[in-house]
């Protein structure tokens, strides 16, 4: 069935340059509508002679791939007036894809195809459209489109192929318009072209149309909306534009992230778990002259009491004074406990003992204890005050408020403080006197008995009072804590009472043998007109008594150190040891006189 039947020519077949072969000779050229309707017209003559022009293309199209229509002007003699005639049927014709016939209905170029495969059928639910060629950007005035050289050998009195032989002249086309081709057939074609065609105008040469050369493979840019071609330059510029337009895009973008990231690492200190930076392990040793050394050294000797007495309890601190088992404290630490009390000692490593009163005395303020079962005890060194000097180093060991071992440092602030502590007795008889050392280092409730050590770990004092800021200068009186006010009794007088009650259970005082007036609020300490026990208030035979002091008389100075009380004149005496000798500055009737004596004894009942 299928035989005859042209090849289906393609539509993507590529289209052809060469000049296209010389007509078929056959029935098709030249038809009885040609010769037997010349009386028709021009109309006729122009269907007709188009007619035969596409049955001979579709002949063509029967040897394999068929060409693009070319552009007018290949009829001989085509003019204003046979278009007018026959433009709008011929174009009518084109556009519906056939030749417009009377009386035929109009033919398609090509067999229908029985699958209706765009764009031969009719389009498919799924069919692309078919590719829309566009030529160049035409200028505003039109194109000229140059004749086209028709093809040799064609019949001499009629069809396309002579009317194209005579020549056509080159036509203006409108913007964006594509001519028709109307062909001219016989004599009325010829004619027609003999009237319309100026004889002047010269055929334009054989310059083939934009596009009988399109590919729509080739690299060159196509042209859809008419726009001018983009320059390299522009292109450049435009890629530079972008660039930069990322560039700045990215370093927003970057400067976000990094803010929102810096942000939370600040907040959170990191993506990850937190480790902490942290030094290493370094050898325990410290020198033996910084705090650290002094305090290692000395706080073996160093104990904690705790007393409990019937009426009474307390803590205070004390230190071993050899490997006997003594130990010196304050007097009011072990008062609490009487006769009958109990004292309990914890050394710094934790181990207990208990404790007895060895001997005690008011008015130093200084008491020793004794533990038994003990050993291994490490006594703490003793120094000399009288080398202390303003502004030395020192350290306080203690339990202050209960809170053993404490260490605290400081410097010795002052030499040869007059206080007295004490008093809760009416009758004086526990008032201490003592010519202490002032330090700056923290002392409080607790640290009573407790040592003050130098640079080299050595005891030069017994830690005693505290200037709290509500009770005056008291021995744990107030609860205030430390000022800065710290008194300690010097070791050298702390060491010839420990030796006394160690010995012989009590301790002796430095006496001049003299009652005074401690009523007296002028400057000096004064001799009372009465003793105490209503006898004269010098003793006959003492010490005073021997360097000629008489009632009335107002001590100044001991020594050459300016004394300003009784008090203060007591505690420069109790400085002392007995048999010392001493130079006292008397004022009688108002005249200064100087005395030697030495120093008497007595108990420190």
Not at 149 to 163: C, N, S, V, Y
Not at 533 to 559: F, K, L, S, Y
């Amino acid at each position: 069935m299928d035989e005859g039947k042209p090849t289906k020519p393609k539509w993507w077949s590529r289209p052809r340059t060469h000049a296209p072969d010389s007509a078929p000779t056959g029935s098709d050229s030249v038809g009885s509508e040609s010769t037997g309707s010349d009386s028709a017209g021009s109309d006729s003559a122009g269907s007709d002679s188009r007619g035969s022009a596409m049955d001979g293309f579709r002949g063509r199209a029967m040897e394999g791939d068929f060409e693009l229509a070319k552009p007018a002007g290949a009829g001989a003699g085509v003019g204003p007036g046979a278009v007018a005639g026959s433009a709008g049927e011929q174009v009518a014709g084109e556009m519906s894809g056939g030749v417009s016939v009377p009386g035929e209905r109009a033919r398609p170029l090509h067999d229908p195809d029985p699958y209706s495969t765009p764009p031969y059928g009719g389009p498919g639910p799924w069919a692309p459209a078919p590719p829309v060629q566009h030529p160049g950007a035409t200028p505003a005035r039109g194109t000229a489109v140059p004749a086209v050289t028709p093809p040799q050998g064609g019949a001499a009195g009629g069809g396309p192929e002579a009317a194209a032989a005579q020549g056509a002249p080159s036509t203006v086309m409108p913007l964006g318009y594509e001519p028709a081709v109307i062909p001219a057939h016989g004599a009325a074609g010829q004619g027609a072209a003999a009237q319309h065609t100026p004889a002047q105008h010269t055929p334009a040469p054989n310059v083939p149309a934009p596009w009988q050369h399109y590919d729509p493979w080739a690299a060159a840019p196509l042209q859809q909306n008419g726009a001018a071609v983009e320059t390299q330059s522009g292109r450049r510029k435009r890629t530079k534009t972008a660039l930069v337009l990322a560039a700045v895009l990215l370093a927003l973008v970057s400067g976000g992230v990094g803010g929102a990231v810096g942000a939370y690492l600040e907040r959170n200190g990191g993506l990850d778990d937190v480790e902490l930076p942290q030094a290493g392990t370094e050898a325990k040793g410290r020198a033996s002259d910084s705090v650290a050394g002094i305090a290692a050294s000395a706080l073996p000797s160093v104990v904690t009491l705790h007393v409990r007495g019937s009426e009474a309890q307390g803590t205070g601190t004390g230190f071993v004074l050899d490997e006997r088992g003594h130990i010196l404290t304050n007097n009011h630490v072990v008062e609490p406990a009487g006769g009958s009390g109990e004292i309990s000692v914890t050394f710094s490593g934790g181990e207990t003992a208990k404790a007895k009163v060895v001997g005690r005395d008011s008015g130093y303020d200084l008491a020793v204890v004794k533990v038994t079962g003990v050993s291994g005890l490490k006594a703490l060194p003793l120094g000399n005050s009288d080398n202390v000097q303003v502004g030395d180093p020192v350290v306080a060991i203690g339990a202050p408020f209960d809170l053993e071992n404490t260490v605290t440092a400081g410097i010795i602030s002052a030499k040869e403080r007059p206080i007295t502590a004490g008093g809760e007795e009416g009758d004086g008889s526990d008032i201490s006197y003592v010519d202490a050392l002032q330090t700056d280092a923290p002392i409080n409730p607790g640290n009573s008995g407790g040592p003050l050590v130098d640079s080299k770990a050595r005891v030069i004092g017994i830690n005693s009072a505290i200037r709290s800021a509500d009770s005056g200068s008291d021995l744990e009186g107030g609860q205030s804590g430390s000022i800065g006010l710290g008194f300690a009794i010097p070791i050298n007088q702390g060491k010839r009472v420990a030796e006394e009650l160690i010995n012989t259970g009590k301790a002796t005082h430095p006496v001049i043998g003299v009652t005074l007036d401690m009523d007296y609020t002028g400057d000096g300490a004064r001799v009372g007109a009465k003793g105490n026990d209503g006898g004269p208030p010098v003793n006959q035979g003492g010490p005073g008594d021997r360097a000629g002091i008489e009632a009335g008389d107002v001590i100044t100075e001991v020594d050459g150190q300016r004394v300003h009380s009784g008090e203060e004149l007591i505690v420069k005496i109790r400085a002392h040891r007995p048999g010392d000798r001493l130079e006292l500055t008397l004022e009688r009737d108002g005249k200064e006189r100087k005395v030697t004596l030495v120093l008497g004894s007595a108990d420190g009942d």
